[in-house]
């Protein structure tokens, strides 16, 4: 039996809807036209390959982009980038070296846009923005380079892990330090509830990484447990960004809830977006490889739910290729034939649109402005990553 | 160029004296004729491996113990063991079985009875010291699960570590989840002040870390470098752990820097002891193996004495063994024996004494109390641990 690490906050989690069609999911939100056009799923559940290509077609069309919200907040998302610098530098030079391999890597700073949006979404226009923005990413990077030591994996964003170049042992250090360095920006900003805001999503996440690591290489794991394990090490970090952008600001409870919800349903949509990306065509373009997760052995939801739709010489072939992590090299071309057949891909985004429209959905209490329609931009933009 | 990392506070750091006789390191603390007994250094360095044997001779007797501080701190310990136990557990089973074993495997619970002491010797009497004792056992327990990953070392205090028993990824992640922890009990204590000392003194020992990643390997570390990697990797939390006993007894700066001097230079002298015994009779009766620095090529004080004071043959020797790491069986040998020779053990104890030294007279301004007296052979402990 799996034991399971809980958010404390409860945000009302409608069970999965992905057999009904996508109606609830596409209902709310801005730039409907564009994630609108991906077929849904059909009620029998049946798509043929020809659709699943039919939603890779959709690609070349212009996607729902974060360019809203980064010109929203370029100024803001530049003092952060400075701060971020200037907190990374110590006297041991293999810490920046190594800190700045990860950060100038980039990423898209999702999350302390997110802290940054929410603050302005709740009026706030001071400095505690910039500095938690930082301590947001610092934890971050810190969970990054704990997580490339875990996975042992070689890339990310297209370039090389730092633990690929430096090793296993500067990587756990410099996120120590990083780690330490977030805690010492949130002191600096003196808000004992942030602090237990983020000291909580910090023991929350780490214990989403262990989960994901008893689950991970057991094809017994059903959608609970997965979903349990990105809530936890995803979902978390984004409800807390959010929340602390409402804290900061001073709002009532019910715009804090609001906001750690929008937080922790795009942080769904997002990794399950992730999940489908690793077997998808698309994971190329991204400048990731194909199947990084299938060579780990990790169970994610397009596993699950292609595993739980399989026959018994089809189970066969998953556990020996993720339990025993004994594979040939068409092995992963066989896994995602059968990830296609089963609509495993397909029914993994239908979910993440779900969490999408949540997300979407709790931007509802908040007047119209800028700052709304740019985060309802940027849950359109996570989902049309699966494109 | 080495780059060293320094802590903010500076405590008055005299000169080595160590080639002076050891007249100042035994001037005040208690128990003084257990540690007089301990023939000290010659003026000329001259000490003959009879003298060394007579060390460890020494040993027979009855030590210095921590037992008048155990005594005292007998139900406050209680505590803060109960609020570790309550603290690490996690639905996520393999937590608390993981921090379990590298808790249950004991220590001396240094640290956290550091703080409790110095709360105590302040006239504090509440609830903070027990949080924040167990606050700090977290960290320093996280520091373990991520330096065994580090040195894939095989044995602590005589287990087997955590990550040899269930592989690295899980004490990474597990030290992330106690380090998590310990910042959630900092926050629930409710003192910026206390979380702004242990973020920075985290950040600090992931510095030093690095900084003994950077070293490591490198004969031509100097003692200055060495100096500063163990004051930051080992000192710095011990310095933490004293210093936030005065700040929670909200007393004048001038007695939360004497504790902090006492921790930093306990800690220190710890550490030098530590460091010697790597290569001494005296680490399989602590239930350690003799030599695991060495089969690393961990540069430790004893090696920079030894490399300097050897001739060009044997630095090749260090070179080779400690640089490249090329050991044959009876290399560990003939390095014990140009240790002996060189009388770097016994000049590294010496040291050791130095800053025993120094601790105790940081207690100098403090009225003669059990605490204080406890906390005075807590230093001969330490040092006794080298006889």
Same mark, same amino acid.
């Given at each position: 039996m799996l034991a399971i690490a809980r958010p404390r906050v409860k945000w009302g989690d409608p069970p999965w809807r992905f057999r009904r069609g996508m109606g609830r999911a596409n209902a709310p939100g801005g730039r409907r036209a564009k994630i609108g056009a991906v077929p849904a799923a059909t009620s029998t559940g049946v798509v043929s390959l020809a659709l699943v290509a039919a939603v890779h077609e959709d $690609?070349?069309?212009p996607a729902a982009s974060l360019d809203r919200l980064t010109d929203l907040l370029r100024g803001d998302l530049a003092r952060v980038n400075a701060l971020i610098l200037e907190r990374m530098q110590s006297p041991v030079a293999l810490i920046p070296q190594l800190a700045g391999h990860i950060i100038a890597a980039g990423g898209k700073r999702l999350r302390p846009m997110l802290t940054l949006a929410a603050a302005r979404l709740c009026g706030y226009r001071g400095d505690s923005a910039i500095t938690l923005a930082a301590a947001v990413e610092f934890i971050h990077t810190a969970t990054l380079l704990h997580d490339d030591v875990v996975d042992a994996s070689d890339l990310r964003r297209g370039l090389a892990t730092a633990n690929a170049v430096w090793g296993n042992k500067p990587s756990v250090l410099v996120g120590d330090f990083l780690f330490s360095r977030a805690f010492q920006l949130m002191v600096e900003d003196g808000s004992l509830k942030v602090l237990a805001i983020l000291s909580h999503a910090s023991a929350v996440i780490a214990e989403g990484e262990v989960l994901q690591l008893v689950t +991970?290489? /057991?094809? $017994?794991? &059903?959608e609970a447990a997965y979903l349990a394990v990105i809530r936890a090490k995803t979902a978390q970090l984004f409800a807390a960004a959010g929340q602390i952008g409402a804290v900061i600001a001073e709002r009532p409870a019910p715009e804090e809830a609001a906001l750690a919800a929008f937080g922790l349903n795009l942080g769904i949509a997002f990794q399950l977006v992730d999940d489908m990306l690793d077997y998808s065509a698309r994971q190329a373009e991204l400048g990731k490889t194909v199947g990084d997760d299938f060579r780990e052995g990790k169970i994610t939801l397009p596993i699950v739910l292609a595993f739980n739709r399989g026959d018994e010489a089809e189970r066969r072939f998953w556990r020996r290729t993720? !339990? /025993?992590? !004994?594979? +040939? &090299? *068409?092995d992963l071309d066989r896994a995602i034939a059968l990830l296609h057949r089963h609509q495993a891909l397909r029914d993994t985004l239908d979910r993440a649109r779900h969490y999408g429209a949540l997300a979407r959905r709790a931007? &509802?209490?908040? $007047? *119209?402005?800028p700052e709304r329609r740019a985060l309802a931009e940027a849950v359109d933009f996570c989902l049309a990553r699966g494109y």
């Open positions: $690609a070349r069309k +991970s290489n /057991d094809t $017994a794991t &059903d993720l !339990e /025993d992590l !004994e594979q +040939s &090299d *068409d931007l &509802d209490g908040f $007047a *119209d402005c």
